[in-house]
Structures are given as structure tokens and as C-alpha cells.
């Protein structure tokens, strides 16, 4: 027989909430105490089996995606995370065991991120597995990095490599066939982004405007070019590739439109070139200048030979 | 064909994103300036269709219903609502015109509530209509009402009625006839509960433990005096009853053990009664006290002729 809810809640969920305003979980809601001259950020992602990740993804994966898709949202607007609340609804064939797996996974990213379980909501589903969770964090007033902000002239920068995920994805659904190590580091990142959280707080007061790659690059772009009422042109062949994909068909396509990377896509001042290349290296983290901010509201993209080109995807719509 | 994603986020949603800090539903997450000697307080709730509303119940409703489950939550707690967080997973089948009456509920209760939406995320899934709300309310620093710190001796106060929404469901599910006047009592009591916020709020400095009524009486009672390792002993025929419940048949069972009443269940010392009667005159709505703390750790049910029953089922366990 599976556990019940609150076994469950008080043998797994319970050591996940060591913040002291999750009440041990044993109240409707949970307490939060902002600091002196913060904002709160708060951001929401919803994950579905068989739409968001594969049913047979390990457990603990799935749970920190879950988190680091949030935590990756905070970090675009530059804010620190202090902790979450998580919404689950469970199909019957979610073993005692699968739960255990996938909270052991929240518990490593408790420790990796410092932050905790504040509370939440666990219900049955006749569907799929069905996750939601709200990341709080919080960032000095008035220090939020937005996605308008940009002006013309700006240069547009992304952290480290474009397209990962997306190919992940396709060697996980067997679409794709690539030597071995690129495979173990093409599905890492499609299964366990890492948000650039030191890099959104590092940019605060630097970028202009900035977002998360969720949905690819051509589509975020878009995000920030229509906040700002600006345009840009993208050349293909600068995007930052890892040596796994580089050689992979289609790297440059999933680069464009694949979304999943989590990487982080902002815009700065030209004056702030020599900042944001000691702040790669101080982060060891690849910052790389793919674009120009520029009037009028179109996104051209163009290839290596000046050549305009229409990217196969523009990216993810979720329904 | 159907709106998409970023179409019903614009046409749909972003009327309801009224607060400055949702940033008109443009970016990646949302920003919050809590007010100065408050704490925040983040209650999140899930709702699957078929296991917490029914497939064919007004959309608007049960909008609503997913938002005031989790007021409900915060007025438990004293705490005034700010804002809220919606994750909405949607199935091929639920149409653009369901969404424009989903979110007319919202906005419904955005005017009752002096609320907004903050934020949060749409995807689509092939189960069930999933949602999950995160409501953010704030409590002075220190005030909030937890389930822990009655004593032996206190008051068990409750509000409203008992029982009506479990009865309302069984009408909707034709497990149930009764007159039409209580069918239509008992059916709104099931899918538009009335958060007790303005109650929560006036019981901080009053109230020694405070709960919502979801799982039922028992089950509820029972998490009260779990956290405040105290027992009670509950008269079954002293529960308030409507006019509309008094002569159904197993009322009194549902007054004990039926989940979605959203009353609020709190304890007092005796000296407050006459408090807890004028805020009963003044916010117009019945407090009832139905039973009073005692040591040990047991909660004894007793039928009219002060014999022990047991209730025919102990509440709502989740999964």
C-alpha cells in the first residue's frame, strides 16, 4: 500500500523544509520574512509528463528542472532565490519510491542553491504527472533586470552554448545518433539546466535588458525586441556552440529555435564590454556578443554569407 | 483554431495583471514590495478536473473556487490577500470560449477581493485540466494564526455552517434530492466557498490556533490539536447546521466529516467569548463555539445522549 498524504508530506517533504517560515509544513500557509529594501521576485513553471520531460527521466532530474526552470527565471531578473512552494499531483503509478527519488533530487539543489521547501499542495491525478512550483527570491528595489529596457546601439550577449537541450532531446527520443560523450553532455543539459543566478545578480545595474532561453533564441530575442519596441540582426554562424554539438546536423537550427537552454540573454551599453568580459571570467563562464540592438522592430537572421535565412522553428509555443 | 499561448496571455490574462508589479505579464516573473512590519504569507493549492470540481461545473466557478480555497488559506492564517500566481495546464477539449468564462471569474473576484494576478505559466497536457494558484497575502510580523498554540481550556469556535458543501456535492453527483431552494444553497456552498478573510483578519490578538475547514471538522480539529498536542471532545449534535442541511439526511455526518466548507475553525480563551460575540454581530455571520480543549491527545466525538460515535468517515486524505 503507498503512503498516504501526510506520510508522505512528513517523511519526505518535511525535511525539505528547513526554512522556519515553512511552520514544519504543518500550517495552511507558509511565512515569509522579505529583507530591508528588497523586492520579492516570484515566478511560476508548470511541468507535465510526456509534454515537459519523459516519463522515464530519473526522478531526482525532474524535480531539480522543476526548480531550476523557476530558479532560472529569477536569475533573468537578477534576483536571489530564498525558497519555493510545490504543487503535485500524483497518478496512481507513481511508486513510494519515484516520490523519494524525485525529493532526494530536491534536496541536492536545496543545498546547491541554498534555499527551501516553504510549502505547498500534494493532490491525486487520474492524468500525468502534473508539477507546478512558485520560486521566491528577491533582489534590491528597483534593481530588477527586465526585458524592456534596451535602446538601439545596445549589444545583445549570451551565456555560454545555444542548442544543447534541444539536441538532448532529440537523442533521448533516438532522432538522433552522436559519439558517447556527446551524448552524456547533450541530455545533461536538456535534463538539468543551470541558472546563471550569479550572472543575473552580477548583471544588475550592467544589462540592460535580459531573459532566460526557454523557448530558443529567435523566440526570447523576440521577447526582448517587442518590451523594448527595438529590432536586431542575428548572424548564425556567431552563435556559441559546445564542441558536443558543434558537429551535430542541425546544431545550428537547434541554437536558433531550440529552447530548453536556460542560458541567459541580455543587453548592454557597448561601454560595458570590458565588465562583462571580466565577469566571464570570473564566473568561468562563456559571455558571448551575438547581436546589435537597432531601430525598427524586425529580427533578421542572417548566415555566414550575409544572407537572410527563416530559422525551421521559431520556437515553442506551450499551447 | 485556438488562441494561443501568447495570445490568451494577452487578451485574456493580462486585464487581470493590474498590480505594477506583474509588469504586465511580460516577463519572467513578478515583483513584489512588501509593506514595511509585514511578513508575506504564500499559500499554493492544486485542483484536478474530476477530483476537485467536476468536469461540467461552471467555468467561472471554478476559477473562483481555486482562488478562494486559497484566500481561504490566508484567512486562516489573519493574513490580507495581495496577489496570485495561476499555472494552468490545458487539455486539447477545453475551448477559447471556457478560458473567457475561466477568467471572468477571476476578474470576478479580483473586484471582490481588491486582488490581481501577478503571474505565473499556461502549458498543455493530454490529462485532465490541471491548475494550481499560489496566493501571496502579508500578516503583521509576528500576528499570524497558526494551527499550534491553544491550551487546555480554550474555546473550539467555528464559523458559518458545516456540512453544506459535502451535501452540495452529493446533489450534484444525483447521489441526493432535496428541495429546490437547499439545492441551490448546498451546490453553491460546494463550488463558490467565501473565504473567511475579514474574520481572520479581526481574530489576530484573539485566536490561540486557527485552521480552514477543507479536509472536514474532524480531520481539521484533529491537525489543531496534533500541532498543539492537546485533545477535545465534540458534541455531533451541536454543530451549526443551515436551514438548508438541518433536515437531509446524513447532515450531521457531513457537518463532522465533510471536506470544502472553508470555515474557519479556531480556538480562544473563555474570557474573549464577548469579543468573539460582537465580531460575530458585526461581521454578520454566525460564530458558534462547539467544543473546548482538554489535555491528552484525543478528540472524542459524542452523539446527542453523550455517548461516543464515530464519524462515518474521517476526512479527506489527498492521494
Not at 499531483?89 to 539543489?109: E, K, M, S, V
Not at 505547498?120 to 520560486?135: E, M, R
Request: hydrophobic share 45%; proline share 6%.
Amino acid at each position: 500500500m503507498p503512503e498516504g498524504e501526510f506520510e508522505f508530506i512528513a517523511r519526505r517533504l518535511r525535511p525539505l523544509a528547513t526554512a522556519p517560515g515553512a511552520l514544519n509544513l504543518v500550517d495552511d500557509a507558509a511565512l515569509l520574512d522579505p529583507s530591508h529594501g528588497q523586492q520579492l521576485v516570484l515566478a511560476k513553471d508548470a511541468m507535465v509528463a510526456g509534454v515537459h520531460f519523459l516519463e522515464g527521466d530519473p526522478p531526482g532530474q525532474i524535480a531539480q528542472k522543476l526548480l531550476r526552470v523557476n530558479l532560472s527565471d529569477l536569475a533573468a531578473m537578477g534576483a536571489a532565490p530564498l525558497g519555493y512552494l510545490l504543487a503535485l499531483a500524483r497518478p496512481q503509478n507513481i511508486t513510494d519510491d519515484w516520490l523519494a527519488a524525485f525529493c532526494a533530487g530536491l534536496a541536492a539543489d536545496n543545498a546547491e542553491f541554498a534555499i527551501a521547501l516553504l510549502g505547498g499542495d500534494t493532490v491525486s491525478t487520474p492524468g500525468p504527472l502534473t508539477l507546478s512550483l512558485t520560486a521566491i527570491g528577491e533582489v534590491p528595489k528597483g534593481a530588477a533586470l527586465l526585458r524592456s529596457g534596451t535602446k538601439p546601439g545596445d549589444d545583445v550577449w549570451v551565456s555560454g552554448t545555444l542548442g544543447d537541450a534541444a539536441l538532448g532531446l532529440k537523442v533521448l527520443r533516438g532522432e538522433l545518433e552522436v559519439p558517447e560523450d556527446a551524448r552524456a553532455h547533450l541530455i545533461e543539459r536538456y535534463r538539468l539546466p543551470r541558472p546563471r543566478l550569479a550572472l543575473g545578480e552580477a548583471l544588475r545595474g550592467i544589462a540592460s535588458a535580459a531573459i532566460d532561453i526557454s523557448d530558443g533564441l529567435v523566440a526570447d530575442l523576440g521577447h526582448i525586441l517587442e518590451a523594448s519596441a527595438v529590432g536586431a540582426e542575428l548572424r548564425a554562424d556567431q552563435l556559441p556552440l559546445s564542441a558536443a554539438a558543434r558537429d551535430v546536423p542541425g546544431a545550428r537550427d537547434s541554437a536558433l529555435a531550440g529552447g530548453d537552454d536556460y542560458e541567459l540573454l541580455f543587453t548592454a551599453p557597448d561601454e560595458r564590454r570590458a565588465e562583462i568580459a571580466a565577469l566571464a571570467r570570473r564566473l568561468d563562464l562563456p559571455l558571448t556578443r551575438i547581436s546589435e540592438i537597432r531601430g525598427g522592430a524586425d529580427l533578421s537572421i542572417l548566415d555566414a554569407k550575409g544572407q537572410a535565412i527563416e530559422p525551421a522553428s521559431k520556437g515553442w509555443q506551450h499551447f
